[in-house]
């Protein structure tokens, strides 16, 4: 019974206590709560009235200064000698000799190879007896002509002296037609000599063809004959050397492209490569810009050439080359860098005035809350001019200028107040802290 009365006594007294404890928690809940939403909504209430700081923009500037403005234009094409000749023979035949061979130097009259002559000279002294021959008749037909007229003045001194009687009519003309036989027949005999002669000449020039001798001075670039190999001119003359003029001039044909080619003219300067010496840079200077068109796979250009000195032979015929034509060129002038033409501050001033998206910015948007201190004006350019900026007291300052050439990277100055040193601005970059 006691242990009883034990049990409900220490129950209550828990009871109690768990009372107790709830009170004073209820108690903190109740000052704890409205300390929480009073401190939230000081720091949304900040969030909203307290804008975020931009750091100043970062610009990027480059300096203006004086230098050269040089616009090239590219081509491709080959290597060729001034002048190329081909070495032929008009007569068939077979070749008995040869006596040069790729790469030599030749001479103007040199003999290069030999046609075997047996047949020619055959001819040549057929031709010859033949002349010989004609010539005899010659003299044969004078005989015969002074006989016929021998006779013809015979018979007139007889008719003189018998007062017309004698000779008849008939002998008087049988005489004067054998005198003009003999005539026409001394002047055919005049002919074949001549016709003769004309084919001992025709031979001996056959003999002098047999012998190919070089018409330029210069270099074999291509022996197309060996010994003992028969050579066919019936139809077209074969071609057995190729000669080259004088390598140490030679001339670069390029293909310029017809967006190009209205910059390219006679006299301009140019630079070539070729892949033989790809570190090495060959002077060389426009000689001729063809009108004529070439059209390739529907790209159409026009042939140029380029005259090359070569004192060392280090270029050779056919090499592939790829050219540089200078077509500007301003030396020592003021320049600034393209890109400060295309900076737009305008641009840079809208990019500050975006929002940052935190979640807390989604969930309570307010104003602006980006602040940025650049003060710009858009203001318009007249045609002509350019308009970059200096950068005066972190602020961008715009500035007019007239461009000049370019070369792509850099712009020339003609106008504007701009010298050399100042530091224009080729771009900008923004951070948030």
Do not use: C
């Amino acid at each position: 019974m006691s242990q009883d009365s034990n049990s409900s006594t220490s129950q209550t007294e828990f009871e109690q206590l768990l009372k107790q404890g709830d009170k004073k928690h209820h108690r903190y809940l109740k000052v704890l709560i409205p300390v929480l939403l009073l401190a939230g909504i000081l720091f949304l209430g900040w969030r909203w009235w307290v804008p975020a700081q931009v750091n100043a923009p970062a610009f990027k500037t480059d300096e203006v200064k004086k230098g050269d403005i040089l616009a090239t234009v590219s081509a491709t094409g080959t290597l060729q000698p001034t002048n190329e000749v081909d070495v032929g023979s008009e007569l068939s035949g077979t070749i008995d000799k040869v006596f040069v061979d790729y790469n030599d130097q030749v001479k103007k009259g040199q003999l290069l190879a030999q046609l075997n002559t047996d047949k020619i000279n055959a001819q040549v002294l057929q031709t010859k007896a033949a002349l010989a021959v004609a010539k005899a008749g010659v003299i044969e037909a004078q005989a015969t002509l002074e006989e016929s007229d021998a006779q013809l003045k015979r018979l007139e001194h007889v008719r003189k002296l018998t007062n017309g009687k004698l000779p008849s009519q008939a002998d008087f003309i049988s005489a004067e037609a054998a005198e003009k036989r003999a005539m026409a027949a001394k002047n055919t005999a005049i002919a074949k000599v001549e016709q003769a002669q004309a084919n001992l000449d025709q031979n001996l020039t056959d003999l002098s063809k047999t012998k190919i001798i070089s018409p330029i001075d210069g270099v074999v670039l291509v022996r197309s004959i060996e010994p003992g190999q028969t050579v066919a001119a019936a139809m077209s003359a074969p071609v057995l050397f190729t000669l080259a003029q004088d390598l140490t001039n030679m001339e670069l044909q390029v293909d310029v492209d017809e967006a190009d080619v209205g910059q390219v003219k006679a006299g301009q300067k140019a630079t070539f490569t070729v892949d033989a010496y790809p570190n090495r840079l060959f002077p060389a200077v426009i000689k001729q810009v063809r009108y004529g068109a070439q059209t390739t796979d529907g790209v159409v250009t026009y042939t140029t050439l380029l005259e090359v000195n070569n004192p060392d032979l280090k270029l050779r015929p056919g090499m592939t080359a790829t050219a540089e034509i200078l077509v500007k060129e301003k030396r020592d002038v003021l320049t600034i860098p393209v890109a400060a033409t295309r900076f737009t501050p305008e641009i840079l001033g809208d990019a500050t005035q975006t929002k940052s998206t935190s979640i807390m910015d989604s969930l309570m948007p307010g104003p602006g809350r980006i602040r940025h201190s650049l003060n710009i004006k858009a203001e318009k350019v007249k045609k002509g001019y350019a308009r970059v900026w200096k950068l005066v007291n972190k602020q961008p300052e715009p500035i007019l200028i007239k461009p000049g050439e370019s070369n792509g990277n850099r712009v020339e100055v003609l106008e504007g107040d701009v010298k050399p040193g100042d530091k224009v601005i080729i771009g900008a970059e923004v951070r948030l802290k």
